[in-house]
Every structure is written in C-alpha cells, then in structure tokens.
C-alpha cells in the first residue's frame, strides 16, 4: 500500500507541474516531500505535498508550523504577499484524534489542509482542484503495486529534471552576455574626465561646452552630435564617481541579461532620448552619463515585465527603491537633470522593447516601439527648438560671462554680454554687470559707467553695481557722486567690510 500512497503524491505533483503550469520550488524524492507554486486570481498559492502517516493531531499541527516557519525564511521568494498555503497529506489513515478542528488562524498564513487518506484521496483533490478553478485529473488511481513501483520512479526523474531545467534556464537568464562594453564605458569616461582636467577644468562651463556639453543654442544651430558627446562629459570627481559606480552595477546586470550587442543599443539610444529630453526640458548646459545609466533602469523594468516573479524575487522591489531615490532626489537638489534621467529611463524601456530580450521575438511590439521610440524623438527636438526661441537662455550666457571672466578672457566676455543682451530676458541687470567689469578690465570706464548706471536703474538695490560704480566714479574725480554710490553699497550691505572700508574712505 504504501508505494501507491507514493504513486498518487508523484502523479499529483506531475499534472500540477505538466497540466496546471505550476512552478517546481523544491524536491525531496528521499522524504516525498514537493513544494509547488503558482499565482491564481491574484494571490500565490502554494502546494506543500507530503507522504507521511501522522497517528494523531499534535504531529500534525507540529508539522503545520514548520510548514510556516519554512515560508517565513524564504518570503523573498513570492513576489504576492497574498499567499494561501496548500498543505496536502498524502496518507494511509487519517490521525486517530479529531484533526479537522485545528484552529487555522492561531497560523500566520491562510492556510488549506487537505489530508488525503487512502479513503477520501479522490474526492478530496476533486474538491481542491474545483476550489482552484483548475480541472480535476482524469487518471486513474487503482493500479498494481508493480505499476504504481515503476511509475514512481519515472516521476520522481521526472519531477527532479523539471527542477534542474527551471534552475538552468533562470541561470541562463542571467549569463547569456558578458559584461565587456561595460567596462570599455567605464574606461573612457574616465579617461575622459582625466583629459578634460589636465587640459583644463570638468567644472568650467567654458571648457565643458568647448568639450561637447550639451547646450540649447549650439545644438540648434547645428551641432547635434551634443547629444552623444554630452555622454561621455562629467561635472567634478563626484558626479563621475557616482555614475561609475551605478554603470558598473548596473551595466554589468544588464549586459549580461541583454548580451553585448543589445546593451549597447539600450545604452546608447536610451542616453540620446534621455539627451533630447533634456533639451526639450533643461536650458542649462548639461552632461553626464545619467540619461543612459537611467536607461539601464528601464532595461531591467522591461525584463521585469517578461520574468515578473523571477524579478520580484531577485532585484524587484530593491530597484524600485533605488529609482524612487534618484527621482526624490532630483526633485529636491535643483542642479539635477530630471529630464535627462526620466528621459533616459522611458528610452531605455523602448529602447529594450525594440531589440527584446535574447531569444525572443515579437515582431509587432517591436515595430509598434520603433514607431513610438521615433515619434516621440521627433516630437522632443520640435518643442525643444521652439523653446529655445520662445524661452530666454540669458542664465547660461551670465555663467558663461562669468567663467570667462574668472579666466580674465574679457574681450570674449564683453562679446558674449553684448550678444546676450539683445535677448536678456530676466538677466539684464547681470549681463550688463558682467560687461562692465569686463569693461572695466579692458580700460574702457565711460563704457562701464554706462552699464552700472542701467543696472542700477532695472535694479537700485545692486549693491555690488552701488559699489562698481562709486569707485570708477572716484577714479574719474567724481567724488560727490562716487560718495553717493559708496553710501548705498554700505547701506544695502552692511555686512561686507570691503564697502564699509570704501565709504570710510571718503572721510579721511
């Protein structure tokens, strides 16, 4: 009797695994002991089958709670946390006592015991299976001991195998590639960096833009190639350091889910959606590898998509955390460029539509995604010309004024003011303080003058122009009106000693 007790165990888990697509977990040929699991109506429902003769309620409720126990350990393996537990009792005789008034909710989980005796087997899985929605097996369960012997055998060889090839293909999953771009990424990035601050600063907008930064204006006169070379630019040793860091980690993963060829795809034409968005988003001068990075993210979110419960249980809910992060953090720290990582983010989840995973083709989501990836590039660069016609880029030319200065090119200066200044927007007064101490710098003082006097008149209460002012003045001899300057740069500003010392001056 007992080897037919062990054939139906065997035959269950066969029809569960074979006919009812439910995934192999664990198998114990040695104790009969099988876990299966499969998500149903939108709760996981797992299936403890186990052969064994419990003589009374006490071993069985001990059982129970190392069933849960057992769970508990390994939650991170079920990506539901609506989990309903089938402990299913392959058995000769039911326990002597009264099993049936186990109190189920002193358990941690919903929990369904079925315990199939050799009186009540066939109904008791009909009942489970209709429970399940599920179609109840038709085979049939009176056989010989010598039948139900040989059959055993071929299912526990069965069973293990389905074990052993969910295991090889999950493994395959994630080795079809080899991490090689991503280190030829990480090298030239950083060889770049190195290049750009021996030659001259990754901090200087001057020296970025010379290197291929992405900035509005250069692009729409005709350099579009910002988009691609803005990739491989950094802004100071931390901004490279930390998107180093996340390549490796993640080009790494991704490279070896996608393989080479399709990870240099993603990479690359998820940095130049994340490029063009922002274009269309940001009129600041902008670089980094961020856009493409973030289309990493939107690699693994798309194998996510194919590979749901393999996702959730591996790197699921940790990248979740990881992208909500980056977005808290971009949306309190001004300096970052949201539309280059939410751009990249988008374009990297196309990007991996297009060429899909290895070994897997849809030919029209693919083709609907090379329609949408297009669309939606096109749509960006429209609106992004527009708003570089429609939205004033006088900040950029104040900081680029301002590099300039510092790196006493004041001629270069004076012509970046000048031309800024026929679409100053709300920067007037800082592009003409910044001419005039370009004017200053190059012995043209009526020129200065003239400037200082219009920022004063956009903005009375610059008191570094107040101060500009008065010492040009008091250099011309025009000490009534130098005084003037002097005592409303003090007054404004108290705190600065430099305008103190200036208004001081004059009473000596």
């Not at 393999?310 to 720290?333: Q, S």
Request: glycine fraction near 6%; charge should be neutral.
């Amino acid at each position: 009797m007992y080897i037919k007790q062990d054939y139906f165990l065997w035959k269950i888990a066969q029809d569960l695994v074979d006919g009812q697509n439910f995934e192999v977990l664990h198998v114990n040929k040695n104790s009969s002991e099988i876990w299966l699991e499969k998500d149903i109506k939108g709760k996981t429902h797992v299936f403890r089958l186990y052969h064994a003769q419990f003589d009374w309620r006490s071993q069985l409720v001990r059982d129970l709670e190392n069933i849960h126990l057992q769970i508990k350990q390994n939650r991170r393996l079920f990506r539901n946390r609506k989990i309903v537990v089938h402990c299913l009792y392959i058995s000769q005789y039911p326990p002597v006592d009264e099993w049936e008034k186990i109190n189920k909710d002193q358990l941690p989980l919903n929990t369904n015991i079925v315990y199939l005796d050799d009186d009540h087997k066939r109904e008791g899985i009909y009942n489970l299976y209709n429970d399940l929605g599920i179609t109840p097996p038709e085979w049939s369960l009176e056989l010989s001991e010598h039948d139900a012997e040989t059959h055993v055998h071929y299912l526990k060889d069965h069973m293990e195998r389905s074990q052993r090839k969910r295991k090889h293909d999950t493994q395959a999953l994630f080795t079809y590639g080899k991490p090689l771009l991503t280190y030829v990424l990480l090298a030239v990035n950083i060889l770049m960096y190195l290049f750009i601050e021996f030659t001259g600063s990754s901090t200087s907008i001057i020296t970025l833009i010379e290197y291929g930064a992405k900035y509005n204006p250069a692009i729409v006169s005709g350099e579009w190639w910002r988009i691609l070379s803005s990739m491989f630019l950094h802004i100071g040793t931390l901004h490279l350091l930390m998107n180093m860091l996340a390549l490796y980690y993640l080009g790494t993963a991704v490279e070896r889910i996608y393989g080479t060829f399709r990870f240099t795809w993603i990479y690359f034409m998820a940095g130049i959606f994340g490029g063009i968005a922002s274009f269309m988003l940001n009129p600041q001068v902008a670089a980094g590898a961020s856009g493409a990075i973030f289309g990493l993210f939107g690699a693994l979110l798309y194998f996510g998509v194919h590979h749901k419960r393999l996702f959730f249980r591996t790197m699921g809910y940790n990248l979740f955390v990881v992208i909500g992060i980056n977005i808290a953090f971009g949306l309190l720290v001004p300096q970052v460029d949201n539309g280059a990582h939410m751009g990249g983010l988008i374009g990297g989840f196309i990007a991996s539509a297009i060429c899909n995973l290895p070994k897997k083709r849809q030919w029209f989501l693919q083709s609907l995604s090379v329609l949408i990836y297009t669309a939606a590039i096109g749509m960006m660069i429209v609106l992004g010309i527009q708003q570089v016609d429609n939205r004033s880029y006088a900040l950029i030319e104040v900081q680029l004024s301002q590099n300039l200065i510092e790196e006493q090119n004041y001629r270069k200066a004076i012509n970046l003011t000048t031309e800024a200044l026929e679409k100053p927007g709300n920067y007037q007064a800082e592009l003409l303080f910044n001419r005039s101490y370009a004017y200053t710098k190059t012995e043209q003082y009526t020129k200065a003058i003239e400037d200082l006097a219009q920022v004063i008149a956009l903005d009375p209460e610059f008191a570094e122009a107040h101060f500009n002012l008065a010492l040009l003045y008091r250099q011309a001899g025009m000490m009534d009106k130098a005084e003037t300057h002097a005592n409303k740069a003090s007054r404004l500003k108290p705190e600065r000693e430099q305008f103190q010392d200036l208004l001081k001056s004059f009473d000596q």
